[in-house]
């Protein structure tokens, strides 16, 4: 059983002849940018002790290379995987550019993860290593490696303890490389998911590369962008949307902002003369407010990208009169699928619609609960094909046989409409995952970690709405036996491990779930009956 599900010899023989496949690779990606850009910054950021860094193409190229040395040594090889965990500081572009030349494969997991996650990621890849930062944003990462039994190599940027420190794993001379070909996979991404455990998304070299190159040029990107990267540096969109890649490809530079806060990121743009960055629109509120406030010079920052969750009208028309930049809305998902506004686009699509596809073949569907296409301009379910959408998941035989049509297109989940220009809109959506304000937060590996609570007889997880975050979470609760109380409930998740952002913002405990029909009452049906119950409450 292959990890991956390859695209058909047709597709792949179609993108190739399109050009939109090329033979590069994530692992002669930054080489070449370095014999182009050599002595252009790449990178700004603090590193893991705090201190302030910037490196050059070459001096990023040669960095990542000792460190791919050091991992060579540790007997880390291509094909690989090793879960990556830092924040947004420099070594996370030196591991991830290390490993690439090294054609291991990068899981990338994100700083709010926590030893739940980790230690189910670093299972089900049968990683050969976990790279973390000592400390970052008053955790300690240290911490999720002693759970972790059967992981071989911690290498930690910083005070590793009793692990292996970064510093120590950089070798004094270049690795040895083996060629990997650009149709095989180049690294993991996560999920946001919808079932009891995360999937893993397989990216080939191929495919990346050409949303990469394509997304910079939607997105108007040479070696004159600085882009300030907010966002978590791991997650798809400040990855590849254009993302730090899209700025790397082209020769630009990439500074790292060590939290999302506007102070800091104000402070930043004036300093850094920022001309992009991409938000998710909580924060992008957070700025707006803020800038009413505050005397920042942000003339040089050219487009604001916000996406990961739906931006709403009303702020979406806030953003050029009040922050003096053109929106760029963007509706993306690590399985594939990125759509932009285009810069040049008249304000009302601007601010109305998520944007259109990269590729002129990217297919898309909107069809009705029967799978049948809706008419024109009509609701229904996206579903989506294309030269850089994946097949199916990582190691999910069973899985993907109902995220995907049988003849391969990816059921997003997303309710959508199109417009007459071929726009997508985002009406809501039918998969069940909470948007935590572009967090994703799959119902039922909650409800799973809720019941394994003494006091919890059922458990529910729904999505209440939110003007901030768009969304939050409500845990409906039936007790067995006590009552289990609120908070000692969420403090019960923490210690199982789970991320933060996926403790239930609100529990209830009560007497039983509503029926929603006869028959075996599904959890799909019932998250719906929940959410249609609260919406009455609060109505
Ligand atoms: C991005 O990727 P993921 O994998 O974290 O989440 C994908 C899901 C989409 O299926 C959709 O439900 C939601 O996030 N979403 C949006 C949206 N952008 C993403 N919903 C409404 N409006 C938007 N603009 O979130 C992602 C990946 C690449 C670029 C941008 C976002």
């Known amino acids: ?195 009891g455990t995360p999937k893993l998304i397989p990216r080939t070299h191929a495919d990346y590369l050409y949303s990469v190159r394509e997304s910079a040029a939607i997105c108007g990107v040479s070696s004159a962008t600085r882009m300030l990267v907010v966002l978590p540096a791991a997650h798809n969109f400040p990855m590849s949307s254009p993302g730090f890649l899209g700025v790397l490809h082209a020769g630009g530079t990439v500074v790292l902002a060590p939290d999302p806060s506007p102070s800091t990121a104000f402070s930043m743009i004036e300093r850094h003369r920022i001309t992009m960055t991409s938000l998710v629109p909580p924060l992008a509120l957070t700025w707006l407010a803020a800038r009413k406030n505050s005397s920042a010079d942000l003339s040089s920052l050219g487009v604001l990208q916000v996406g990961g969750a739906k931006f709403t009208e009303e702020a979406a028309r806030r953003v050029t009169p009040e922050l003096g930049c053109t929106l760029q809305q963007v509706f993306g998902m690590a399985e594939g699928l990125v759509n932009y506004t285009r810069l040049d686009d008249p304000e009302d699509v601007i601010v109305t619609t998520q944007g259109r596809p990269i590729s002129p073949d990217d297919e898309v569907r909107v069809v009705d609960d029967a799978g049948c296409d809706v008419r024109a301009g009509e609701v229904g379910h996206l579903l989506t094909r294309g030269p850089y959408t994946i097949r199916g998941y990582y190691n999910a035989a069973e899985h993907n046989k109902t995220a995907f049509t049988e003849d391969g297109f990816y059921r997003t989940g997303d309710i959508v409409r199109l417009t007459e220009s071929g726009y997508l809109v985002v009406e809501g959506r039918s998969k069940d995952q909470i948007n935590r304000g572009g967090e994703k937060i799959a119902a039922e590996e909650v409800e799973n970690h809720l019941v394994a609570h003494p006091n919890v007889l059922d458990a529910a997880i729904v999505a209440i709405p939110d003007a901030y975050l768009g969304e939050r979470t409500c845990a409906f609760v039936v007790a067995d036996g006590e009552p289990p109380n609120p908070i000692a409930l969420k403090s019960f998740l923490r210690g199982r491990g789970l991320a933060g952002y996926k403790v239930p913002d609100l529990v209830q405990v009560v007497p039983e779930f509503p029926v929603t029909g006869v028959g075996k009452i599904s959890r799909a049906d019932l998250r719906r009956a929940l959410t249609r119950s609260w919406e009455k409450v609060k109505s």
């Not at 991830?96 to 997991?109: K, S, T, Y």
């Not at 996650?117 to 002693?146: S, T």
């Open 1 to 195: 059983m292959p990890d991956h599900i390859p695209f058909p010899a047709e597709f792949a023989a179609r993108y190739r002849a399109a050009g939109y496949w090329t033979t590069e690779t994530f692992q002669e990606f930054l080489p070449r940018r370095a014999d182009r850009f050599a002595d252009h910054i790449a990178v700004i950021g603090r590193d893991a002790t705090g201190a302030n860094r910037a490196l050059s193409y070459l001096e990023l190229t040669t960095s990542a290379e000792r460190i791919a040395g050091g991992f060579g040594r540790l007997g880390i090889r291509t094909g690989d995987r090793v879960v990556v965990q830092l924040p947004n500081i420099v070594e996370f572009m030196e591991v991830v550019f290390a490993l690439f030349r090294l054609g291991a494969l990068p899981v990338f997991a994100l700083p709010a993860h926590r030893s739940a996650e980790i230690g189910f990621f670093c299972e089900f890849a049968a990683a050969k290593a976990y790279v973390i930062a000592d400390q970052h944003g008053g955790f300690d990462y240290r911490g999720i490696a002693r759970t972790l039994p059967s992981t071989p190599h911690v290498i930690v940027a910083g005070d590793a303890g009793d692990f292996l420190a970064l510093s120590g794993v950089r070798a004094t001379g270049p690795s040895d490389v083996t060629h990997v070909d650009a149709e095989t996979v180049a690294f993991l991404q996560l999920s946001g998911g919808t079932t």
